[in-house]
């Protein structure tokens, strides 16, 4: 086995606390856009959002729907199951949402700590994510994490999403990384996990919710404070 010297992280849910985030954005949306005159509380409105953003975020991923109808169809959705069919408003809140949100800077607890210690350790530290260019950036610079990484690579800029091995071999051949030499990390199973796999990277689970406990087979960790003590580990 060779030694770990490129470590690929996803950034929402994984660094970016990407809930957290969202949801301090909306809020704000909620209350400068007067939606409780439409919408009893945020609460409610929080809770079919969510569902609906979901639903949409699988269908983006599956390839179909567009970047556009997703950023706007949520919310629109979401206007319409509380009895206000709105399009011009749906784009105030999506355009809105898209301005607000990357400006919030929660991070998981302990990110930016073991962010310095792989730095200092001489780790080649990269960033692979299915999220949007533009707002990825704003993200990274705001909470000051941007610069950690050496490269970015945003999925719209190879084409394809995570788990397809296409942007994973783009990564490698951007950063001069070898699968063997690599390591990804990501709190998506599908996407982070098995992506990285299939085309011979290690992958480790972000998973702070433990939901993928039972699974004994997964290389797994629920804090960031885990992850220096498992490269020191030989896995295979
Ligand atoms: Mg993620």
């Known amino acids: 086995m060779k030694k770990i010297e490129h470590i690929f992280f996803d950034l929402d849910r994984t660094l970016w606390d990407f809930e957290r985030n969202s949801k301090s954005a909306l809020v704000q ?3 400068e856009l007067k939606l409780d005159n439409i919408i009893e509380s945020f609460e409610s409105f929080h809770e079919v959002y969510r569902k609906i953003n979901a639903e949409y975020w699988e269908d983006y991923a599956k390839g179909s729907v567009s970047k556009e109808k997703l950023r706007i169809g949520r919310f629109h959705d979401t206007l319409v199951s509380f009895g206000r069919d709105d399009l011009q408003l749906s784009t105030a809140m999506a355009e809105g949402y898209v301005k607000i949100s990357p400006y919030q800077t929660h991070l998981f607890p302990g990110t930016k700590e073991v962010l310095q210690e792989l730095s200092d350790k001489n780790y080649q530290l990269h960033i692979i994510t299915n999220g949007f260019k533009e707002v990825q950036f704003i993200k990274l610079e705001n909470s000051g994490l941007r610069r950690f990484f050496k ?3 945003c999925s719209e800029e190879v084409g394809k999403n995570k788990p397809n091995p296409e942007i994973f071999h783009a990564a490698l051949q951007r950063t ?7 390591l990804m990390i990501g709190d998506d199973f599908e996407a982070d996990i098995l992506g990285a796999e299939r085309v011979g990277i290690r ?3 972000f ?3 433990d939901v993928y406990e039972a699974r004994k087979e997964i290389e797994r960790i629920k804090h960031f404070e885990e992850l220096p003590f498992l490269l020191n580990k030989t896995m295979w």
Request: charge should be neutral; charged fraction near 20%; hydrophobic fraction near 40%.
């Open 29 to 31: 949306l909620f209350h």
């Open 151 to 153: 490269d970015v690579l």
């Open 176 to 182: 001069k990384a070898k699968n063997t030499n690599s």
């Open 203 to 205: 992958a480790i689970l």
């Open 207 to 209: 998973d702070p919710h």
